[in-house]
């Protein structure tokens, strides 16, 4: 199996290609021609940042297999696994601010993790006791998942939009100017709510990144469907910088994010990154990839892996094999510890049907609310 | 038989508004662009978005003057997208402003509505109650105008079928004043249908009133024999067919919803209980519409009060005609006279 038949142009596999990585798929550092504006980036990292790197995304490759065998017990309506894109998400988590705003799609846990939330929270959505899940200004701005594909394009646009509007982004001050994030797919990438979000973007010079996880699948439908050109590319016809990214590459996701995030808060504008990963499991609990995948395609890709990639760059650097393991333990506990919390949760109260949804009072509500307190009451003892 | 119509309301004493209210004869686009002004000049956080608002002031000219008084950072020439003018608006919300979206025409909605109904409906009670919508769509809407396919359509009843948001139409200049501020302040999201074929007739706006509830329906004209309700251009049509019943002896009341979600049914059911005959009308199609609901609910609730069915008058359930016979497809006063006579033949 060949890159081609992943990338209909074969940009990934090309040795030309303008795909910035930073180590090979072995875990050497061996940044690609295209890597060397990113390159300063890297250097302001810690060892804690490496550190810190790779324990998320072992934490939350663990987190989501324990989640996934919580659906399969009956324990959440579904399941969204994000195995094999934990490097493209944690890489680009890490170059936000706290000051920033992320605008998830539905499959970014672990970035919710590095902003604060508790992914406990997420299980809440998939357990069907919320609709939501968190407050996003009380965890690291992380907004809430939205289901329906690239409607949060638009959201994120209009929230940066309004960064402009109330002053806080481009007034020279890196720590306290703000930018968004939002994140989207090859699939979401075909949506008109994409689109219009990048035409809205560029005409505003809105803050903001728009960061593309290409996992090769929507559902069962290949990338090639979505699109005849790499993605990053339609970057240019909205009019604004495109940079196409090993996705599995921690380092160089976030190095192209820091930079792209910090271009968009000292007012430079919007841009788009196209992170190439592979969602290595089922789309969901409900599919089967065996249906339409080619095994040898999966198998070039788990070469790829993320996590493996990335523990050999710090074996490299010489990391002790006894701070891997205690990774491995966190992991496994933190894995225990979210599904022993899950079987915890409890549902809301009915009223949750009437609360919110209107701000001000509701005469129609107000009725049906007040109707299913009586019916309810009409069942329970002494009632006739 | 007395026949009274029902003036503007005064202004209320105790409001602190009442003694700057001046009186002034207004087309309705004029007396939108006065209240969204005043709510500009009131709150900071409210700017306009859409298509041509700017320079131009829209195509109905609705916003005129407005970029030139607050600049563009408050009144935003959008690009030629309305899920992108809806969905941004939903981000602007989310960041504390207040945008009012003004949607070209009535046809164009549709590019937006699933931003609409699956988004800013729907952000709050996804949110737990922890952020608010404060988002005014404006659509202008209805017949009578002789154009063009998607520029004459009445597409409320979509909306108002929608839990999250609110439904409103006013039916002349200074209802349109006053709704449009309250709109604005509410902190739920308001779907403002602006009847354009009443754009441009005048009428008396009293500046500075700050009117009643976005949801109160209200009777226009009093009677005793046929309630009859309509909302937005209906309105001056059954003001009409009132005038003609008079000169027949018949003595209708005319309620103008003015609400269409939620329906204020207060003044309608006690309509009905003096009447005893209701009749329902709207330009837009008759089959699962606002009508049909009031239809269901008066039957509902004042049953033993009704001497005959409620009866429906709209427009038929097809596509907008051809503007060439659009007077057939439109209710007229005489189609509304011909449904009174109906409802009063059971009696």
């Known amino acids: 199996m060949t890159a081609q038949t992943i990338d209909p142009t074969g940009q990934y596999n090309a040795a030309t290609s303008p795909t910035v990585s930073m180590l090979t798929p072995a875990g050497r550092m061996e940044p690609s021609e295209s890597a060397a504006e990113f390159l300063p980036y890297l250097e302001a990292l810690t060892e804690e940042d490496y550190r810190r790197f790779y324990r998320d995304m072992v934490v939350v490759r663990k987190f989501d297999t324990e989640a996934a065998n919580l659906q399969r017990q009956g324990q959440l309506a579904l399941w969204v696994p994000s195995h094999g894109q934990e490097a493209a998400q944690v890489g680009s988590a890490y170059a936000t601010r706290p000051q920033d705003h992320v605008f998830p799609s539905y499959r970014e846990h672990v970035v919710g993790m590095i902003r604060g939330l508790d992914v406990v929270d997420v299980l809440r959505m998939l357990r069907g006791v919320t609709l939501g899940g968190w407050k996003p200004e009380e965890h690291g701005n992380f907004h809430l998942y939205t289901l329906v594909l690239a409607s949060q394009t638009l959201h994120a646009t209009g929230y940066a939009m309004g960064m402009q509007l109330d002053g806080s982004t481009a007034t020279g001050t890196p720590e306290t100017d703000q930018a968004v994030i939002v994140y989207y797919g090859d699939g979401a990438s075909s949506q008109g709510d994409a689109s219009e979000a990048l035409v809205f973007a560029a005409s505003y010079q809105s803050p903001q990144v728009f960061f593309l996880q290409n996992n090769q699948w929507a559902i069962s439908v290949p990338v090639s469907r979505q699109s005849r050109t790499p993605l990053y590319l339609r970057a240019g016809g909205f009019g604004m910088p495109g940079t196409q990214i090993d996705g599995n590459d921690v380092l160089a996701s976030y190095a192209v994010t820091r930079k792209s995030m910090d271009d968009a808060r000292a007012g430079r504008g919007p841009s788009l990154i196209e992170a190439l990963t592979y969602r290595v499991g089922a789309h969901t609990t409900a599919d089967d990839p065996t249906k339409y995948r080619d095994p040898d395609e999966l198998a070039y890709w788990v070469a790829r892996d993320p996590i493996v990639r990335f523990r050999s760059y710090l074996q490299g650097r010489g990391i002790e094999q006894q701070f891997l393991d205690a990774v491995d333990e966190e992991a496994a506990d933190f894995a225990a510890d979210a599904r022993r919390r899950a079987l915890e949760i409890t549902g809301p109260q009915r009223s949750v049907i009437f609360d919110n949804v209107y701000a001000e009072p509701h005469a129609l509500v107000a009725e049906q609310r007040a109707w299913l307190e009586r019916y309810e009451a009409s069942f329970e003892e002494g009632s006739h | ?347």
Request: with cysteine; aromatic share 6%; hydrophobic share 40%.
């Open chain 2, 1 to 347: 038989m007395t026949d009274t119509t029902v003036r503007p309301p005064a202004p209320t004493p105790t409001s602190p508004d009442a003694q700057a209210a001046a009186s002034v004869t207004l087309p309705m686009t004029k007396a939108l662009n006065a209240g969204m002004r005043q709510a500009m000049l009131d709150d900071p956080k409210v700017l306009l978005m859409g298509e041509d608002i700017g320079p131009l002031g829209g195509v109905f000219r609705v916003t005129e003057g407005l970029i030139a008084e607050f600049g563009d950072k408050r009144v935003l020439d959008t690009p030629l997208a309305e899920s992108g003018i809806i969905g941004t608006a939903i981000g602007l919300a989310m960041r504390g402003f207040r945008p009012v979206c003004e949607i070209q025409f009535d046809g164009f909605v549709f590019p937006g509505f699933d931003q609409i109904t699956s988004q800013l409906a729907r952000m709050r009670n996804r949110h737990e109650g922890g952020l608010i919508m404060p988002v005014v769509i404006r659509i202008p809407y209805g017949g009578h105008i002789g154009s063009i396919e998607h520029h004459q359509e009445s597409p409320e009843a979509y909306f108002a079928h929608t839990p999250g948001l609110r439904v409103v139409s006013p039916s002349n200049p200074h209802d349109a004043y006053w709704m449009m501020q309250q709109a604005i302040r509410s902190d739920d999201p308001v779907i403002f249908f602006e009847p354009k074929s009443r754009y441009w007739p005048k009428g008396e706006v009293l500046l500075g009133e700050s009117g009643t509830s976005l949801h109160e329906s209200k009777v226009v004209r009093v009677g005793t024999d046929v309630t009859v309700t309509g909302h937005g251009a209906m309105v001056s049509v059954l003001l009409q067919a009132a005038d003609l019943a008079a000169a027949e002896g018949i003595s209708m009341e005319v309620i103008d919803l003015r609400s269409l979600s939620p329906i204020d049914y207060d003044p309608i059911l006690e309509s009905v209980q003096k009447t005893g005959h209701l009749v329902v009308a709207q330009e837009a199609a008759g089959f699962v519409s606002v009508g049909s609901e009031i239809a269901a609910t008066v039957a509902e609730k004042a049953f033993y009060s009704l001497e005959a069915p409620v009866l429906r008058v709209s427009g038929f359930d097809t596509p907008f005609p051809p503007a060439a016979v659009e007077t057939h497809f439109l209710p007229s006063p005489d189609r509304v006279l011909e449904a009174v006579d109906r409802s009063l033949a059971y009696s």
